[in-house]
């Protein structure tokens, strides 16, 4: 058996490499989100009172 001539080996070559190239590429496209967010005194009033009872509670947390 005789070995495969060399420009059927660098066609073959060739034909695999462009083979490789076409490889399917995903792209994903994500939206930036904007997120608003209101804070009123009401709820830092409330936030603070819980954590003035959580601290006598337990005078040992801090």
């Known amino acids: 058996m005789t070995a495969p001539p060399r420009p059927t080996i660098a066609l073959a070559a060739l034909a695999l490499t462009g083979l ?5 590429t ?13 804070l ?7 936030l603070d009172a819980d ?10 947390l801090f």
Not at 51 to 60: D, E, R
């Open 20 to 24: 490789a190239a076409c490889a399917p």
């Open 26 to 38: 995903i792209h994903v496209k994500v939206d930036p989100i904007t997120i608003y967010a209101k």
């Open 40 to 46: 009123d005194a009401n709820v830092r009033l409330s």
């Open 51 to 60: 954590v003035k009872a959580l601290i006598q509670k337990n005078p040992n």
